[in-house]
């Protein structure tokens, strides 16, 4: 296990789209999703424990959840828990993690990844990560994962890659990216698998400390000034009252819009490990354990003439189902959701009118 190797989870969003379940309470990277006993962000550390050392694991959250970040990572110190004030999406909060990390081992390697992502096949994960990070180590490039695409699915962005691996310099299998696309319509996603040259983005980077903080500076200057002026103050006792007023200094901007679409040393490392970012209800009915007739069922359920459904209910609760063919039923506190799974995308619309009409107990 290299020293050298660091790990940052970004676990610090609501993930509105798996309401009822996940809430500003309790998003859903403190749940177990997946009906496993583990959280989602528990098996997301759980992950890279062959591969990162524990004291270089660090979690960038919201500073409400820093208590919930703490309870289900009991193991891991205050120090390597870092809450951001707002959110101001996935830049900021990646300058923050990786300047604290470039301060404590300059020749630091970093592995970033969302908490609420699902792997099927961990051992596949963990060789391809490992060949990303001899990749890192050795080149100065920004390196990100994409996913083999098995259909045409319009919730996930897209990279297009050029195959020409003997003009890298780069070991065999990394391509260089040509294009980011965020989400595509049906129309597109089936122009984009049908090509072949289009992969997932997953989400998960890898790059060493120097190399994303110079990019930072390059393509990102306003968020690099604001840590440089900082950089003394972090892993001291001022680092809380340093990050409240940096952040308001710092732009919402995600490192794809900010950076990997602007830079040229952007490459891409194919990979297929059973992922899903698990960022709806229809990606957990694709993930999940299938009854025979195709149920994924969490829950203390009887179920008669239906087929197709995710059903996630409380289990002290019994669940009657008859007659449902493609549907969502969720419950968790105080709501029960009904929604054909067709219809998920609408989850969005369903939160904002009941905050409208409800108030902010059921978000």
Known sequence: MNQNTFLVVMAGGIGSRFWPFSRTHLPKQFHDVMGVGRSMLQLTVDRFKEICPAENVFVVTNRDYMELVQQHLPELPASQILGEPIGRNTAPCIAYASYCIAKRNPKATIIVTPADHAVLHEEEFRTIIRQAIDVAENH????????????????????????????????????????????????????????????????????????????????????????????????????ADFIAQAYTRCRNISIDYGVMEKADNVYVLPADFGWSDLGTWDSLHRMGHHDADNNVVDGDALLYDTRECVIKTPSERLVVVQGLDGYIIAEYDNVLLICKRTEEQRVKEFVADVKSKKGTGYN
């Open 140 to 239: 100065d490039v920004l390196l990100t994962l994409g996913i083999q695409p098995s259909r045409p699915d319009t919730g996930y962005g897209y990279i297009q890659y050029i195959d020409e691996d003997s003009k890298s310099g780069l070991p065999r299998g990394v391509k260089k990216v040509k294009t980011f696309t965020e989400k595509p319509n049906l129309e597109l996603a089936r122009m984009f698998v049908e090509s072949g040259d289009f992969l997932w983005n997953s989400g998960l980077f890898v790059w060493r400390a120097d190399v994303i903080i110079h990019a930072f500076h390059q393509y990102l200057g306003d968020i690099a000034e604001v840590f440089d002026e900082g950089i003394s103050e972090l892993g001291t006792a001022q680092e």
